[in-house]
């Protein structure tokens, strides 16, 4: 019962041979299209019975040789999941039929029983079903007319066995009886398996399992990135707001002040902080609105998607939004538009071959190309040959008149012949890997002969991702909504907080710890000692004898140590300092026309303290731009490619031309000349365009790297020009090369092994002449062991000077295989591009590299990358600012050392230490060690280390302690906690090493944007990092420093007042300022100032600054914010506020007290508080590095006028009286009392002087750089 090598499967179906075999795939019964006259894969349940009567037709290939009606039943077996046939009766005469003797059981184990059938015929023209039925039951009669076809529709997920995966059912609904019941068939799909299947059940794709389409209320391509909904907004960003410690403190004084013992009115303090957090709260919904409005305009694009009708009615396409896209849905895009999803191509117009941007998904600007798997390419070809002309035209649309009549009519076509006779897509569950593109397509019916492609990237059409250079495509969706790669791919970075930040914090939490403290001692004092220091408990109010309670009230009065503006003031002062950064002409890009951009101001300050620099090297410090510069070929360098000075050719262009024009056959180095530009010009993934100018029209080369493209362009200008790549049906491309002497030539690349990182190499497999040759390129240290033999001797010397010049080396090789070589690797190599598992690249790799092996050498190329203007001039002020520099590059050691002592990373008086070609953990410490001891005591030092030495190194904790700031961002934060890092580059490989240093700065360069969407700040030449740094980055540091000490200070001098005042009072927990007078302190009075006083305060200019790199030291010192630093300016702030209430105490001072009424308390608090004020607005000027410019003296006299406005609206109308009853007049009391005035000016020099003296002996005695600079200016 198995079928013969000399018939096919639909013949021996047809002609009545045993169709019975074991699977390929997951048991299922199934029936060839020829026999049934439905589509491939009309599936039905073991046990059952199909029985088929016709005649030869052109739906059926042999069914019967003598011309009389014959009739045929098949019975599914289990077991084997396939049909087995039975001979019935054929025009009235007896015939036997073989059946399974048990359910589940096959013909070699529970024998075959002969079974008499007594079903007479049906009609005689073409085949036609004429019984579904499960065996043991009568005749379930299907009338079909002559050539109908038998349909099926999606069912839902039905229920799994136990022990066995989960099955997705389809049903026969067409032409069934609904009242009988009949077993439904399933197909086995794993759990990690999704499946479309497009037959003639319905006119789009089925996709399977049915839940995949029900997500988001049936529309899962809708995409949605808010955080919030109309009923989550205020709960989530409170639930946020309050995961600061500050807001938990604001909220837990805002509960203590509506109890009646509060001290202070609750409306003072729950209106401001409701009003503080329904900002943010507001802030945040802004910003949810602005994603809200960018999800709408996503959704609401528009594309052209298969109809979704009834298989009797009309097919054709509709324009939807990408909202309604759903998995299984075919849709036409056109050129220039976007992909609504992630699509597999089925049909590219034109040359079958389609050109994308993906620069929104991973950053690179180069367009791909992408064409459709071989039986996609099968069915247009199918297409062209049936309809012609109309075909033809539809390939041409232009994209002003698309979509026309035509093109449509055409697709649907397409379509159609994708139904029938059936075709089915299988790929995994998403991932966010972008290469991870893994799937089969095959016809529905698993035939021995059926065509089984793989899918995969160059298959794969990104959602986002730009159609460009192709009039249209046709394409199916397999991912939509959250399942695509854009979406996997989008999930936020980690927040960065800077140590400012973390410092902020902690003095935060330090205050309230010494705030509660002081709360808990005074409250104890005032039980403990009554009478003595505190008062009479008689003397008190009866709620503020409960010692907890007493507790509580002297929170209250304390409570402003941590002012509620703190928070917001920093925040408000680093975007004025990121604005700042965005409009500096320093780092305007005239080419790009575009300014610094700080996307995020949370590092701002972190900027001035750098430790550690990390730079990639291409793109980077050099401009991307490959110029081919040498190469070595027969034995010799050719000489110098690069054109000189003035535009003139290389003399080794020159002779390159001379050799391949004179095309002399004697000369040997003629052939090998050509065969190293040959292979130039075949081994690559480069795709060419025209561009049309005034003159004449351009040829452009794009490929996916920069190098590709510097190869291909040597090649043509030598004389070997690569003309157009063609794509087969069969999923080959046809490589034509014209040149020299106008001769033309075609390959046919069978097979492309991509370059990868971990290979180091690219090859294609190509055929030329009736004759296979594998080439391949790849880096040197990977070619010499697949060489037939090892490097000459001028190889070698001309390797290492072409890797002493700094030039990126590459060595081309190549072998001829055998035809039967080829056709065993190419049938390997099949199978392993047709795994779908995770295993695929791995298997890929390995079977690939069987043929990359015996390779004869063909030449070594060089290509250069020059340098960016300015790298030099910038490496050398980067380290004379202190910071330790890295350079990341994959050269060869020599080239990298080259390429460091060009930018003067290293320079002739560097002392240079190599720590390479480790050979274990323990050679690997000993080189360290011997490094270590050579560079110790040394100023000017250098390490070198290579891969193979961080492979040993970093594993083993000895070696990380001794080059703990190696290039790997992480390892440096986790051996220092306080290093600083900053990381600069500009590719999509660049984001790791961005995101992980605490400031990520990009480049913008010709490896699109990815860099710049995962950076802090992006800029458009290494250069531009001078200015960043040592204008912005210490300037910013200096800034935030002096506002966290500044801010914290001018609160703990007002604190003071108040526990002065506690004294006096005995421990009552009153207040010692009129409380709406007070309220203002850290809004009006002493706060917004500061956003221009600091904001815009300028130590030196701009071009003082970047000449003068040792301005940059206290940064990475931390010298101007610290514990000790910070310790002096809070005693400072304990001493003079002090002074600023004992001195008006002294003088005008009086404990009477009344809260309700005016009296001289009130003069001498508010004297006092007036005090206060001046001495923290004078102090901010002090320490100002620009006192008398407008930015700085205009702002704070703003600010005093603010304090003279609060008295007056205080004092002086009726909503001041009706809040602060016992301050009416009180303002004119202190300006008409001498003895007031006296003592706002006695506490406000007496305090300042302190200061006066301090900077004028550091200024004098121990001045900073930054001093000195200022003097000799």
Not at 287 to 315: G, K, T, V
Not at 501 to 513: E, I, K, P
Not at 616 to 627: H, I, P, Q, R, S
Not at 1181 to 1202: E, F, N, V
Request: overall charge neutral; proline content about 4%.
């Amino acid at each position: 019962l198995k079928p013969s090598a000399s018939n096919s499967w639909d013949e021996m179906c047809a002609s009545g041979a045993l169709a019975a075999r074991p699977p390929t795939r997951p048991p299922r019964a199934e029936m060839p299209c020829s026999v049934l006259g439905a589509c491939w894969g009309s599936h039905v349940s073991p046990g059952s019975t199909i029985v088929v009567t016709g005649k030869k037709s052109d739906h059926v290939d042999t069914i019967e040789e003598t011309g009389e009606v014959r009739r045929q039943e098949f019975v599914v077996s289990e077991r084997f999941g396939s049909l087995m046939p039975h001979e019935c009766k054929s025009s009235g005469q007896e015939g036997h039929a073989w059946q399974d003797n048990t359910a589940g059981g096959d013909a070699s184990s529970s024998g075959l029983k002969r079974s008499q059938s007594g079903m007479s015929g049906g009609s005689t023209k073409g085949p036609t079903v004429v019984g579904l039925m499960r065996r043991g039951l009568s005749g379930l009669s299907l009338g079909s007319s002559s050539g109908s076809r038998m349909s099926t529709s999606s069912g839902s997920q039905a229920r799994p066995r136990e022990g066995r995966p989960a099955t997705i059912t389809r049903r026969w609904s067409r032409m069934l009886d609904v009242n009988k019941v009949v077993e439904t068939p399933t197909i086995e799909l794993r759990n990690d398996e999704r499946m479309i299947i497009f037959d003639d059940q319905c006119t789009h794709g089925c996709a399977l399992p049915c839940s995949v389409n029900d997500r988001g209320g049936g529309r899962p391509n809708r995409v949605r990135t808010t955080k919030f909904t109309p009923f989550t907004w205020l709960p989530l960003s409170l639930m946020h707001q309050f995961q600061r410690v500050a807001n938990i403190y604001f909220l837990f004084i805002a509960c203590l002040v509506i109890f009646p013992w509060s001290p202070k009115n609750w409306k003072s303090k729950i209106f401001p902080f409701i009003l503080v957090l329904l900002w943010t709260a507001l802030k945040d919904l802004f910003e949810d609105m602005q994603r809200r409005r960018d999800d709408e305009a996503e959704n609401s694009q528009r594309c052209h998607r298969l109809r979704h009708s009834a298989p009797n009615e009309e097919a054709g396409f509709d324009e939807v939004t990408w909202a309604e896209v759903l998995c299984g849905d075919v849709v036409i895009v056109p050129e220039d538009a976007a992909f609504p999803a992630d699509l597999i191509l089925l049909h590219a117009a034109g040359n079958a071959q389609a050109f994308i941007s993906t620069v929104m998904l991973d950053g690179e600007t180069s367009l791909k190309t992408r064409h459709a798997a071989g039986i996609c390419e099968v069915l247009s070809n199918k297409c062209g040959r049936e309809n012609g002309e109309e075909w033809t035209k539809a390939q041409t649309v232009d994209r002003l008149t698309f979509p026309t009549q035509v093109l449509l009519q055409q697709m649907t076509n397409f379509v159609r012949h994708l139904r029938y006779p059936g075709v089915e897509f299988k790929f995994p569950y998403p991932t966010p890997v972008l290469a991870d593109v893994r799937g089969t397509v095959q016809p529905a019916a698993n035939t021995e002969d059926a065509l089984v492609c793989s899918f995969h990237e160059d298959h794969f059409l990104p959602r986002g991702c730009i159609l460009r250079n192709t009039p249209f495509v046709l394409a199916v969706a397999v991912y939509v909504g959250d399942d695509t790669k854009s979406r996997l791919n989008a999930s936020t970075s980690k927040l960065k907080f800077s140590n400012m930040q973390v410092n902020l914090n902690n003095c935060v939490r330090g205050l309230l710890l010494a705030l509660f403290s002081l709360c808990a001692l005074a409250s104890l004092v005032a039980n403990v000692d009554q009478g003595g220091l505190a008062a009479k408990e008689e003397e008190l109010i009866k709620d503020a004898r409960n010692p907890i309670i007493r507790f509580f009230m002297f929170c209250i009065t304390f409570y402003h140590v941590v002012p509620m503006s703190l928070y917001v003031i920093y925040e408000m002062l680093k975007l004025v300092l990121a604005f700042q950064v965005n409009s500096d002409k320093q780092m305007y890009d005239p080419v790009r026309n575009e300014m610094a951009k700080a996307r995020t101001a949370e590092v701002m300050e972190e900027m001035g303290q750098v430790n550690f620099l990390f730079s990639d090297k291409t793109g980077t410090l050099t401009a991307n731009e490959m110029v081919f510069a040498r190469c070595h070929v027969g034995g010799r360098d050719i000489g110098e490619f690069r054109k000189s000075a003035d535009g003139e050719l290389g003399d080794g262009m020159r002779k390159t031309q001379q050799i391949l024009e004179a095309n002399d056959q004697e000369d040997p180095l003629t052939g090998q000349v050509l065969k190293l530009f040959t292979c130039l010009a075949v081994c690559h993934s480069v795709h060419i365009s025209e561009e049309e100018s005034e003159e004449k029209s351009v040829v452009r080369f794009q490929g996916m790297s920069p190098d590709e493209v510097a190869l291909v362009q040597v090649a043509q200008d030598a004389g070997v020009r690569f003309c157009r790549r063609t794509r087969k049906a069969t999923g080959t491309s046809e490589i034509t090369l014209d040149g020299p002497a106008k001769s033309e030539r075609k390959f046919m690349v069978l097979h492309e092994l991509a370059f990868s990182s971990d290979r180091k190499r690219m090859s294609v497999i190509v055929k030329h002449k009736n004759q296979v040759f594998c080439i391949t390129k790849g880096a040197d240290s990977v070619m010499e062991g697949l060489l037939t033999e090892k490097f000459s001797v001028p190889c070698s010397a001309d390797l290492a000077a072409f890797s002493k010049q700094g030039l990126r080396t590459l060595i081309v090789g190549m072998r001829t295989i055998g035809k039967e070589e080829f056709e065993s690797w190419s049938a390997e190599y099949t199978i392993a591009k047709n795994v779908i598992d995770e295993t695929k690249e791995e298997k890929m790799a390995e079977v690939g590299a069987k043929l990359e092996k015996g390779l004869d050498f063909v030449g070594l190329t060089a290509v250069e990358d020059r340098l960016q203007d300015g790298v030099p001039e910038a490496i050398s002020t980067i380290k004379a600012m202190g910071i330790r520099l890295w350079v990341l590059t994959g050269d060869k050691t020599e080239t990298a050392v080259d390429i460091a002592k060009s930018c003067q990373l290293f320079t002739d008086a560097t002392t240079i230490a190599y720590a390479v070609q480790a050979a274990d953990a323990q050679d690997a410490e000993d080189k360290l060690l011997k490094a270590h001891v050579m560079l110790e005591r040394k100023t000017d030092t250098g390490l070198v280390l290579d891969g193979q030495m961080l492979l040993h190194a970093l594993p083993n904790p000895e070696c990380r302690k001794i080059i703990y700031d190696l290039g790997v961002v992480k390892l440096v934060r986790e051996q220092n906690k306080l290093s600083i890092t900053l990381a600069v580059g500009d590719g999509a490989n660049d984001v790791p090493m961005i995101q992980g240093a605490h400031v990520g700065i990009a480049i913008r360069g010709k490896e699109g944007t990815q860099a710049v969407q995962a950076s802090d700040i992006s800029i458009s030449y290494f250069r531009f990092l001078v200015p960043l740094l040592l204008c912005h980055g210490r300037r910013a540091y200096r800034r935030v420093a002096l506002f966290l000490n500044y801010y914290l200070y001018k609160n703990v001098a007002l604190l003071m007042c108040d526990i002065i005042w506690m004294f006096q009072d005995k421990f009552r927990a009153r207040i010692a300022f009129p409380e709406y007078l007070s309220i203002g302190f850290n809004v009006l009075y002493s706060a917004w100032h500061i956003l221009f006083v600091l904001g815009f305060d300028e130590d030196v200019a701009d071009e003082v600054a970047c000449s003068r790199p040792s301005l940059y030291e206290p940064g990475p010192r931390r010298e101007l914010f610290n514990l000790k630093l910070f310790t002096r300016w809070i005693l400072v702030g304990i001493l003079q506020g002090s002074m600023a209430w004992v001195i008006p105490f002294a003088l005008v001072g009086t404990t009477e007290y009344n809260k309700f009424e005016p009296g001289p308390f009130w003069v001498c608090s508010t004297t006092a508080f007036t005090a206060i004020n001046l001495i923290v607005c004078f102090k901010l000027m002090l320490y100002s590095q620009s006192m008398l410019a407008t930015s700085c003296w205009l702002p704070t006299a703003g600010a005093l006028l603010c304090y003279g406005i609060a008295l007056f609206l205080i004092g002086y109308t009726s909503i001041g009286k009706s809040f602060q009853p016992n301050m009416w007049h009180i303002p004119g009391e202190l300006v008409n009392s001498t003895d007031a005035l006296l003592a706002v000016i006695a506490a406000t020099a007496g305090a300042l002087s302190l200061d006066v003296v301090g900077l004028l002996v550091s200024y004098f005695v121990w001045p900073s750089q930054l001093e000195l600079v200022r003097r000799k200016r």
